[in-house]
């Protein structure tokens, strides 16, 4: 199995076009790199690919990966998407698949009820672009690789939120993928907001985790100046405090990489706080690294 990292950052990506912060300063200046946002790809064969999450970089991070390439006149590898949430950094590239080649789209129906509410996704037309449902639980095949989805707390989508979002839901609106192929398995979970016993259980023997990384301190977002919302408001546990990440995960085995990490993660700087994750094991996912999981 093979395994790219096309956008390692958060909704926003790194600079964010409307932030000066220090973080997104110091990607401007070329002294940290730049992140795009949250998207990797995966292959069982190195010549079909499935990407997850469409992210609204898309179109670049296709362009950056040449297995990705055409391999002929208006032939691409790319055979299917797989979408884990309906947020907009996950969604919107779906808009810049839209010239007519044939993939399969994979999503919970809730999902893909979201997507057909909105006549904008009918660009992707039906004849081309087959959306199939994905069932919690229910495993399915994709381009030679096995997945099954599962449910991990999250929320709604932050346009679908009404007055009261419930940030830990459990259901089709939030979950990860158990993707497996060649005796290899990886986990990818860009977004979940807690981390039960049953969820570390379900996540164990992996040989990758892709983990959420968007926020190092549940108040990231205020410490930084740049919003008022915490990491378990917006559906991301923080990888600190008694049931942050590094502390619910410290004796999961395997690679544990953080993924969609947003732009005010003081990670993303050299300092005690990118130690801090590295003493423990965990490594910081950078656009374009590959995997060979
Ligand atoms: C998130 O991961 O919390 C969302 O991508 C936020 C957003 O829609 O910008
Ligand atoms: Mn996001
Ligand atoms: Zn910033």
């Avoid at 790194?14 to 973080?23: K, T």
């Avoid at 009918?122 to 919690?136: C, H, I, N, T």
């Avoid at 990886?186 to 049953?198: R, S």
């Amino acid at each position: 199995m093979r395994l790219r990292i096309l956008g390692a950052g958060a909704g926003g990506g790194l600079p964010q076009w409307n932030c000066g912060c220090a973080i997104c300063s110091a990607a401007r200046s070329g002294q940290i790199a730049s992140m795009s946002q949250s998207s990797i790809a995966l292959s069982s064969d190195g010549a079909r690919w499935v990407v997850v999450n469409a992210s609204p970089d898309l179109r670049v991070q296709l362009a950056a990966h040449p297995p990705l390439h055409p391999t002929s006149l208006r032939q691409s590898p790319l055979v299917a998407v797989i979408l884990t949430n309906g947020d907009i950094d996950h969604v919107a590239g779906l808009l810049s698949l839209r010239e007519g080649s044939p993939f399969t789209l994979h999503a919970t129906g809730t999902v893909l009820g979201t997507l057909a509410h909105d006549r904008v996704f009918g660009v992707l037309a039906p004849d081309r672009v087959r959306r199939e449902a994905m069932e919690l639980e229910r495993t399915f095949e994709a381009a030679g690789l096995t997945v099954t989805a599962f449910a991990v707390p999250g929320k709604v989508a932050l346009y679908l939120e009404g007055e009261r979002p419930d940030p830990g839901a459990l259901g089709e609106e939030t979950v990860a993928l158990d993707i497996r192929a060649n005796g290899r398995r990886v986990i990818y979970a860009p977004a979940c907001a807690a981390l039960p016993d049953w969820l570390i259980e379900r996540m164990e023997g992996a040989d990758v985790v892709l983990f959420d990384g968007t926020v190092y301190h549940d108040d990231d977002m205020i410490r930084a100046g740049c919003g008022s919302k915490t990491g378990r408001r917006m559906g991301h546990v923080p990888m600190t405090g008694p049931e942050g990440s590094l502390s619910r995960l410290a004796t999961m085995g395997g690679r544990r990489i953080f993924i969609h990490i947003n732009n005010t993660n003081p990670v993303l700087l050299p300092g005690p706080e990118r130690d801090a994750i590295h003493a423990a094991g965990w490594e910081i996912a950078a656009d374009g690294q590959e995997i060979v999981p």
